[in-house]
């Protein structure tokens, strides 16, 4: 069974940075598009950042300017740099991946567990 491990979360004063990463704990065949998602309580969840093999990214309206999303496809991790944070980006932040994980497998799209991240006024 596929996993993605995630990293990085904690508590923050705001104005302070963290930086995620996430990885799958197995080998993929094809990586198309990997990205973050966060859920704060009561809320819906909603787009953070998203990065395809190529390279183009696309950030959710707030986190523009303040987050960056990269990613290193020879590890097959991608890397979420958070900066500025506000008490407002507390939320569990969810790794995503969307690919082929065997050679015959249709593509689907894989999740991690979440990931806290709590940024303290």
């Known amino acids: 069974q596929v996993q993605l491990v995630e990293s990085g979360g904690g508590l923050v004063q705001a104005g302070g940075s963290l930086r995620l990463s996430c990885a799958p704990s197995?080998?993929?065949?094809?990586?198309?598009?990997m990205g973050w998602y966060r859920q704060a309580p009561g809320k819906q969840r909603e787009l953070v950042a998203a990065?395809?093999?190529?390279?183009?990214?696309n950030y959710g309206d707030s986190m523009k300017g303040r987050f960056t999303i990269s990613r290193d496809n020879a590890k097959n991790t991608v890397y979420l740099q958070m900066n500025s944070l506000k008490p407002e980006d507390t939320a569990v932040y969810y790794c995503?991946?969307?690919?082929?994980?065997?050679?015959?497998?249709?593509?689907?799209?894989?999740w991690g567990q979440g990931t806290q991240v709590t940024g303290s006024s």
């Open positions: 197995g080998s993929f065949f094809r990586i198309d598009t």
């Open positions: 995503y991946v969307i690919g082929k994980y065997g050679l015959g497998s249709a593509q689907n799209d894989y």
């Open positions: 990065i395809t093999s190529g390279g183009s990214t």
